[in-house]
């Protein structure tokens, strides 16, 4: 199956699948293989066609974005010549819509770790407690249920390479799974009170939170803060923070809450209600070397 895009429906496969957001997708020759919504799919992009299998057209719209206005996203959030230098680099990168406890589960894992190793944390997870599934001769593995981490050994996690996360992650499964959290009533909260209700969850900081808001429940405003947003900040927009805080920013070290929270918070209202696609542009940009 396909789909055909407008030429000013800006899309990149690659870009959308490779900018931190997602761990889980693997590419052979000019195929993506990944899960969604509990099936394994393969997906590429050939100019303004996007080939898939194993999935119908709609399930891939929504997974990649592709009902959002790109280019009306893009101008809105091109505020000054650093964010438009990053928008015409990275121009068709999308926010993709992952499943919430996939989502959240990733994230946990994610806390102070590199890119590859959490892709290989996850790949173990997948593969010990998820389901295999079979597509062109490859073995994929569907993230594991929610159910299924809540019933787990802490010490088969931590096998995984979870580290202190497991003890995390296992908690906030089992306080879902028992139905003490409701995690698809985040959909209708707004980005305040959905940040608030995530922050209850064991190994749930603000950077989590944000994350798992941005990327899973459309909340399109949230502005999440790593070390790549924080030197783009003070390197870029310093005249709208104190000094102390660009004093730690600048000798690498860590934020307390209040400041992370002028960070997001300037973000928000600098950016405005898409400042979740100005993050991962400038957070992408920033990672790839291509910052000014």
Known sequence: MEICLRPDQYFNLELSLCCGQVFTWRKSNEWWYGVIGGE?????????????????????????????????????IAKDPYIESAVKALKGLRIIRQDP????????????????????????????????????????????????????????????????????????????????FDLERLKKESYEQGRRMLLTLPGVGLKVADCVLLFSFEKLEAFPVDVWIKRAMVTHYAEHFEK?????????????????????????????RYAGYAQEYIYHYERMGLSY
Not at 44 to 73: A, C, M, P, V, W
Not at 132 to 160: H, M, Q
Not at 244 to 272: A, P, Q, T
Request: with cysteine; proline share 1%; aromatic share 12%.
């Open 40 to 76: 394994a799919v393969k997906v590429r992009q050939i100019g303004n066609l996007i080939e898939f299998e194993d999935t119908s057209s709609e399930i891939i719209r929504h997974y990649f974005g592709l009902n959002d206005n790109l280019k009306q996203i893009l101008s809105e």
């Open 101 to 180: 406890w996939e989502c959240l589960a990733s994230f946990i894992c994610a806390t102070y770790k590199s890119i590859p190793a959490i892709k290989s944390m996850l790949w173990k997870l997948s593969r010990k407690f998820g389901e295999a599934k079979e597509i062109d001769g490859y073995t994929l593995y569907t993230f594991p249920t929610v159910e299924r981490i809540s019933k787990a050994n802490l010490k088969d996690l931590t096998d995984c390479g979870l580290g202190f996360r497991a003890k995390y992650l296992l908690e906030t499964a089992r306080t879902i799974a028992s139905g003490e």
């Open 244 to 272: 102390r805080l660009l004093d730690k920013v600048r000798l690498g070290k860590s934020l307390e809450k209040r400041e992370y929270e002028s960070i997001s918070r300037f973000g928000r209202e600098y950016f405005g």
